[in-house]
């Protein structure tokens, strides 16, 4: 299913492609091992002043590990992690001008929501009538006016979850570090939360840092995306890049829906890639297929919503065109999700959207139809 | 009707294994102590038993009434008299109280150190703790007046390198006292408040650190608070029993050693004054009384808490 929304994609904000930017955080060459296992691996990343970036990737795969090393409770076995250009390896965590939320909210549960927040100020040894001002100033922010006298433990999973956003931006930190902060939430509330915490960010002007293993979230918040697969950074790009050009199969299958299907180069023509599929009497061609050469095998990469379905053969299928039968229909109201099973056996899937009400001969289950998509549609990796 | 005989039974079941550990309270303490009680209020005389019953068992409940009336309160009255069961009373609180802090300043590293060392070593480090229960406390306590006695281990030890020209005076003093109940009731202080830190979140460590605070700061601000219970539990564990401790003072304390349960001890074997040992035990459990309740209370309390 595609996202909903591009994100803050329009904001034309990109300070990554201008080198005379400078990254807040890089990450050089970071390997973490713990034992043999190794945890984060050759890991390489710039983030700069007031992105959102997200760190998305399955459980288990290295992001928290990631994020405990910026906030210096790991050190790296190999490699440097600099902030704002300084190397903070020898930086104890708390003289770093890092905060972070925590997975588990980790609310102090013998204080107040309220000494909650404070608590970080205090270290500071900020003055008590401003330590008040900033107090108020964040419960306002996170709408807990009336809950500032409350312990954590009287409080909803929503309420804990907004204490510990404001606790850690109370000092109003360069990099806010956020561990799969509204995992603990239900869908309804994750969804008004990630557009909360957008805003939040664009409003004080903060670099956040947030990690995630739910691709929609990261879709929807960051700026750029990082998909990690055990320990290894696979792709860093905007979320447009990250699905419309996925460079491996892991990524396009993390994000999003999408067909994959094994194929050959046949022929490399300019801005025209042939791919001969294996197991299917057809030809297919893309626009580009970087560093692939003649006779490299490759998978074709097909997101369902640029499928086209019908019933009667395209005016031109000879190529990027293929026939089966409807197998199986999901209907999502929005989409139509057909399922067609080619000759070869292979299942490709095609979402449509159901624009219209009344279809004169709807297509329906064991029909004959034909898949189409155009040239620029589809992606070949070699991964 | 049998599903109604079935629950029936079940709830006879249910009562009779709430009441075992009632029947066995009234069977070992309470019927003990009802005799106790009975004869603090009796005279002395030379025979044996050596006291005059107030009542006895055959005169039934009206003759029980009609002596009740006229109890002689004079064993308990005597208490005040004597400024020896007073000053026993007090010593024996404020050598409790102070080896429940000695205890404390010990337990507490021991238990931390064990909540922060790796999962896989910490049954064993529980298993080190228990392992003295082992050995009879009798026999531990023996052992002790080996190691601080004149010529013993620790003055050997410590003439040895040379620390000390003369051995010191320990045993048979009120150090040798400090000594032996720090060392007997360490495991009643360091398993609560091992079980309670070893449950703390070390997230909340982090979390503090995060927010800019040093780690000893941390531990003040954040560990020491929320084992509290921990401290409490064990505080209390150490302090009721030390207060009443008998083997510990006579053995390794010395004629300077004023402790209750020694005077008990000598009230009713030397004297065989059996009435007024009888008041010094009830007014000792009066006593107790109160930090018992108070533990209660506080378990409850964090019972509630825990729901
Ligand atoms: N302190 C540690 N000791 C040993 N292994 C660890 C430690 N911390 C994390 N790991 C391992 O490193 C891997 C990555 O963990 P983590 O960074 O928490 O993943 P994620 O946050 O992506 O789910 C996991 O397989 C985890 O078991
Ligand atoms: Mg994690």
Redesign the pocket.
Known sequence: MAPTTLGPIQRKFAPWDDPSEVPLVRFENVTKR?GD?V?VDNLSIDIYPREFFALL?P???????LLRMLAGFEQPTEGRILLDGQDVSKVPPYRRPVNMMFQSYALFPHMTVEANIAFGLKQDRVPKPEIEARVAEMLKLVRLEQFGKRKPHQLSGGQRQRVALARSLAKKPKLLLLDEPLAALDKKLREATQFELTDLQQELGLTFLI?THDQEEAMTVADRIAVMDHGVMVQVATPAEIYEQPNSRYVADFIGDVNLIEGRVAAIDGARVEIAPSGIDARFEVAEAPDTAVDDTVWLALRPEKIAVSMEPPDDASVNCVSGEVWDIAYLGDLSIYHVRLASGITVKSAQTNVTRLIERPITWEDKVYLSWTRDAGVALIR | MMPDEHAKRTAWGRRLVVAIPYIWLLVFFLAPFAIVFKISFSEVQIAMPPYAPVFGWEEGFAGWLDKFSELSFDNYLWLGQDALYINSYLSSLRIAAVSTFLVLLIGYPIAYGMARAPTQWRPALVMLVILPFWTSFLIRVYAWIGILKKEGLLNQALVGIGLIDEPLTILNTNIAVYIGIVYSYLPFMVLPLYANLEKLDRALIEAALDLGCHPIKAFWTITFPLSLPGVLAGSFLVFIPAVGEFVIPDLLGGSETLMIGKTLWSEFFSNRDWPVSSAVAVLLLLILVIPIVLFQHFQQKQAEKGQ
């Open positions: 713990f296992f945890a990737g459980s288990g795969c290295g992001k928290t590990t990690v």
